[in-house]
Nanobody, 114 residues
Framework: QVQLVESGGGLVQPGGSLRLSCAASGMMFRIYAMAWYRQVPGKQRERVAT???????SYVDSVKGRFTISRDNDKNTMYLQINSVKPEDTAVYYC????????WGQGTQVNVSS
């Protein structure tokens, strides 16, 4: 079955950087548009970055210029490079297909704090 495993989160100071990874299995990864989503307690899950099967990317305004989504179809892996992190980036980050989702993984927690 489809499995999505996110990793790379942690505690980072404002202005710092980190790279999230998403390992996908049980799916034809290369044919799907994929996205990174994030969620904070009490709020709806938000899609922040999307990458098409072609490699075309799009971002929500709040992360433009700071986040970079990429994919390696040979490794069935997607990445999210986060630079110049802000406290408001604190969230659990998930990866999934876009627009219709597979079952969600466990996510990876990103905490931005000094």
């Amino acid at each position: 079955q489809v499995q999505l495993v996110e990793s790379g989160g942690g505690l980072v100071q404002p202005g710092g950087s980190l790279r999230l990874s998403c390992a996908a299995s049980g799916m034809m990864f290369r044919i799907y548009a994929m996205a990174w989503y994030r969620q904070v307690p009490g709020k709806q899950r938000e899609r922040v970055a999307t990458i098409a099967s072609s490699g075309a990317t799009s971002y929500v305004d709040s992360v433009k210029g700071r986040f970079t989504i990429s994919r390696d179809n040979d490794k069935n892996t997607m990445y999210l490079q986060i630079n110049s992190v802000k406290p408001e980036d604190t969230a659990v980050y998930y990866c999934n297909k876009y627009p219709l989702q597979f079952p969600w993984g466990q996510g990876t927690q990103v905490n931005v704090s000094s």
